[in-house]
């Protein structure tokens, strides 16, 4: 099984805490979306260009983050049950899961990104309407954390494999330190084995990146 993915990516970062989270075997396949030559190469395996991609051993090939984690999830019974099997429990997960993805990770990317080009170069409107939904991201997930461990309830899920990219990268672009229970999280977070992998993969590229031409 072999799993298309780039350091930097936080979606890859979502497939990678699940697969080490579960303890599934795989070889990594590494992407550069800056390289042309790589990125034309996967565009063959994967039109759509997307990662990460999970290719099994079969031939098959099962894209994005959220449906890969929970192949991972059926695929091997260790580590923590990251799809509940109780249907309304299920439910809150995928809902969380979604919620961090579109309105907590896609911001904050946004931002990334945005914030790297010159200052003249930059569109005002994504750049406040990122960190008006990030903030109101901030908000639910203070208030959720503060009757919950983890983002959809008392166990490890989905919803934390797509939380902790995020705010992985949120001290460089919208610091969330003014809401304790988020910061008490993101510890947790941070702390968990699957992450820490995660980061130390990510972190030489992410300095490169955010030291990029532009500054914040």
């Known amino acids: ?21 579960k303890g599934v075997a795989f070889e990594p396949e590494f992407v550069n979306p800056m390289d042309a030559g790589s ?3 996967y565009r063959r395996i994967w039109p759509l260009g997307k990662i990460p991609l999970l ?9 994005e983050a959220s449906i890969i984690v929970e192949f991972v999830d ?3 019974s260790e580590g923590p049950k990251l799809v509940p099997e109780d249907p309304d429990a299920a439910l809150e997960v995928r809902l969380q899961d ?3 993805d579109h309105y907590l990770n896609d911001q904050i990317a946004g931002l990334l990104f945005e914030r790297r080009k010159p200052e003249q170069a930059r569109d005002a409107a994504l750049l406040e309407r990122s960190a008006m939904r990030i903030d109101a991201m901030y908000g639910i997930l203070d208030n959720n954390l503060a009757h919950r461990r983890w983002a959809a309830g008392d166990e490890f ?19 969330f330190d003014d809401h304790p229970a988020i910061v008490e999280y993101w510890e947790n ?26 500054k914040a």
């Open 39 to 41: 990125w034309d190469a």
């Open 74 to 76: 059926r695929l091997s």
């Open 98 to 100: 979604r919620l961090m």
């Open 55 to 63: 290719e099994l051993d079969d031939g098959r090939r099962i894209p």
């Open 157 to 175: 899920t989905l919803a934390d494999c797509a939380a902790a990219p995020a705010l992985f990268y949120a001290p460089w672009v919208h610091p």
């Open 189 to 214: 977070l941070a702390a968990r084995p699957s992450f820490e992998r995660v980061a130390a993969d990510a972190r030489p590229m992410v300095e490169r990146f955010l030291a990029g031409p532009a």
């Open 1 to 21: 099984m072999k799993l298309f993915y780039a350091p930097l990516s936080t979606y890859c970062m979502k497939a990678l805490m699940a697969l080490y989270e």
